[in-house]
């Protein structure tokens, strides 16, 4: 079955502890990528990657890092959490030749 | 100006009515359109592509208007479980990865 996982699906944390949200996908894509989503402002996109060691920033980087060591993987690392951060976390992977992006089932994180 | 635009409404109907959802987009270079669908809280997944003829999918039609720059959505005999969230999707420039802006999302309530 076609998957994307990402773990955990909810975070509770303190400002300044770094986090690390995994994002794996089974579909041998090459592309992958990490949205975070607020009210009013939709889907916007953070990082993503086009394929293994090959990352680049999305709309709001700023706060976040990324990493594309093997092609399953897309880790997403908060080195400072901050209260701004507060959000609900996507992961989303296709392949060349399609343009439908499959999604994981989301992040939810809390910055306190 | 956000670069993809949708009427956020709530926008509540009766079971079996038609209901049409319109999303304006900046870029006229814009290449490729989608509706997505989200449930409340749960990942976004790809509802249709909407081509330059407009395609039909059962109860949903898709249409693009290059020349102003929109697409729609509509849903005819609208059910309960067509309630959700419905995001319109733009890809922008072939070759960049930075493509799929995502607008902000219509939420649909469908009453009995």
């Known amino acids: 079955e076609a998957q994307v996982t990402q773990n955990p699906r909810y975070l509770i944390t303190v400002t300044g502890k770094k986090l690390t949200v995994t994002c794996s996908q089974n579909?041998?894509?090459?592309?992958m990528s990490w949205y975070r989503q607020d009210p009013g402002l939709g889907l916007r996109q953070i990082y993503y990657?086009?394929?293994?060691?090959?990352?680049d920033k999305g709309d709001v980087p700023e706060g976040y890092k990324v990493s594309r060591k093997e092609k399953r993987n897309f880790p997403l690392i908060l080195e400072s959490p901050s209260p701004n951060q507060t959000s609900l976390y996507f992961c989303?992977?296709?392949?060349?030749?399609?343009?439908?992006?499959?999604f994981g089932p989301g992040t939810r994180l809390t910055v306190t | 100006r956000k670069e993809v635009e949708q009427d956020p409404g709530p926008f509540n109907v009766p079971e079996g009515a038609t209901v049409a959802f319109n999303c304006t987009y900046s870029n006229s270079a814009s290449q490729s359109f989608f509706w997505y669908r989200q449930d409340c809280r749960k990942e976004p997944k790809l509802l249709m592509s909407v081509y330059s003829s407009g395609n039909e999918d059962g109860r949903f039609t898709a249409q693009l208007n290059r020349a102003s720059q929109y697409i729609s959505l509509l849903i005819r005999d609208s059910k309960l479980s067509d309630s959700a969230t419905y995001l319109c999707v733009v890809r922008g420039f072939s070759g960049s990865a930075r493509q799929l802006t995502f607008g902000s999302g219509t939420q649909l309530t469908v009453l009995p």
């Open positions: 990657s086009m394929n293994v060691e090959v990352t």
């Open positions: 989303a992977t296709y392949g060349t030749g399609s343009y439908e992006q499959y």
């Open positions: 579909m041998n894509h090459e592309y």
